[in-house]
């Protein structure tokens, strides 16, 4: 068995300044593509070997999508024409600013500069019976999980006498009222109108609930308020239960808990009602704020000329953006391409130049011919110019022509058969504790 003091970064010594990139997300991949190798040596850290389109995470999770179609090998990505590129799969688990090193699982690497783009983590507010529970959906790992969690839940409640527990299979909750919810929840209503049935012909899907919880008085809080009231419409329009002004006081996996005391039966509640930004340990207390680091016009964390942070981790705190910028890949993208221009200059000595968000907009989809779009200008779409736009901006923004191929091609045959892709189970999903579960999937895998 390979031990951890086996392996080494084996990075190459160079005289070229060295960027040291942690994490592959969207702000990390457009800096790389963005600063050349005869001028810098590029070391990315990341835990996965693959970037991943994490917008349409949740088409994973409702085997609309398959994994591969929304995720590129970083590897492919920075081939022949970056040279003094190198990728570790590896986790950083912590920096040291005084001695200028990274260090990982499997020993420590200097830099002249860091770039920490790490992106953000599910943020449970402290409750970890809900984070031992539910579900995320950050990582395709997540999507992977809850997809066989509700495809078994299918399965299981085609089999189930007990009229209360097969009631609790069918009941799939969703907290959080952001895009990732509401996009999440149209979905889903989509597959109960026209493929379960389809699926299990036996089984009353009318009895399927799709609940959207949202702590605030209205769904997609950082979209405008037409958009948002459109949005409403929409959801009620194809079933979608939603109960705003309410939150969640617990879930033990069986059971979720209202603040208030109402209480809802599901083997399935999704957690998208929460994120902080994914810190790397190191720094100090006053450099971050809320989860998210401190930066300056320049991408530069307070206190520090040679660190910087990209995307989701980053608040950088403008006039017009007194919080920071939102939480999606624009700003990433922008950010990222926008400080290779600036670490060029450092190297020229020349000034730096500061960001400036261009705010191209937000769009959310709820299904078929249903989606809602702010654009500059005060500009508002619904309904299927908005659902156009929402297509074209995906496609546009997935990286690789082979993904772009794939998915365009899942849409137009879902368009025009109502088909919802492969549902195939092939991870199980069995929660630790559920000893009858895991036993149950042995004797079911075993051929003897």
Avoid: C
């Avoid at 504790?433 to 051929?447: C, M, N, P, S, Y």
């Amino acid at each position: 068995m390979l031990q951890l003091n086996e392996l080494t970064l084996n990075i190459p010594d160079t005289t070229k300044p060295r960027v040291v990139v942690v994490g592959g997300g969207f702000g990390g991949v457009n800096l790389i593509k963005n600063l050349p190798s005869k001028e810098f040596q590029v070391v990315l850290f990341d835990r996965q070997n693959y970037h991943g389109f994490w917008p349409l995470l949740y088409q994973v999770a409702t085997a609309g999508l398959e994994a591969d179609a929304i995720a590129e090998p970083l590897r492919k990505m920075f081939d022949e024409d970056y040279e003094d590129f190198h990728f570790r799969q590896v986790k950083v688990t912590g920096i040291n600013p005084e001695s200028k090193t990274v260090t990982t699982l499997v020993g420590d690497l200097s830099y002249d500069y860091l770039v920490i783009a790490t992106g953000t983590k599910s943020n449970y507010f402290g409750n970890d019976q809900i984070k031992e529970y539910s579900f995320p959906l950050k990582q395709i790992p997540d999507a992977l999980n809850l997809r066989s969690q509700l495809l078994q839940s299918f399965e299981q409640a085609n089999m189930i006498v007990n009229p209360e527990v097969r009631q609790s299979l069918l009941n799939i909750v969703i907290v959080g009222g952001g895009p990732t919810g509401v996009e999440l929840a149209g979905s889903l209503a989509e597959m109960r109108r026209h493929v379960l049935p389809n699926d299990y012909p036996g089984m009353d899907f009318s009895k399927m609930n799709i609940y959207l919880v949202e702590g605030l008085d209205r769904v997609l809080p950082p979209m405008s308020p037409e958009s948002s009231a459109t949005t409403l419409k929409y959801l009620q329009e194809v079933g979608i239960n939603v109960k705003l002004n309410t939150l969640v006081e617990s879930y033990d996996g069986k059971t979720v808990v209202f603040k208030g005391g109402e209480q809802i039966q599901t083997q399935t509640l999704i957690w998208a009602a929460g994120v902080s930004g994914a810190q790397v340990k190191g720094l100090p207390p006053e450099a971050s704020e809320r989860g998210r680091y401190l930066v300056n016009p320049y991408n530069q964390i307070i206190g520090y000329n040679d660190i910087f942070a990209l995307g989701d981790v980053a608040a950088m705190k403008t006039e017009k953006w007194p919080k920071g910028h939102p939480g999606v890949a624009q700003p990433a993208i922008q950010q990222g391409k926008h400080l290779a221009k600036n670490l060029r200059k450092i190297m020229r000595q020349e000034p730096l130049e500061p960001f400036e968000y261009f705010d191209k907009g937000s769009l959310a989809i709820i299904g078929r011919n249903k989606a809602v779009a702010d654009l500059p200008k005060n500009m508002h779409l619904t309904g299927f110019m908005a659902w156009m736009a929402w297509l074209f901006v995906h496609i546009y923004y997935l990286i690789g022509f082979r993904n772009k191929l794939v998915v365009l091609a899942n849409w137009v045959y879902k368009f025009f058969t109502y088909e919802n892709g492969t549902r195939l189970i092939i991870r199980p999903f069995i929660r630790k504790e559920d000893i009858a579960g895991q036993e149950f999937v042995r004797k079911q895998t075993d051929l003897d």
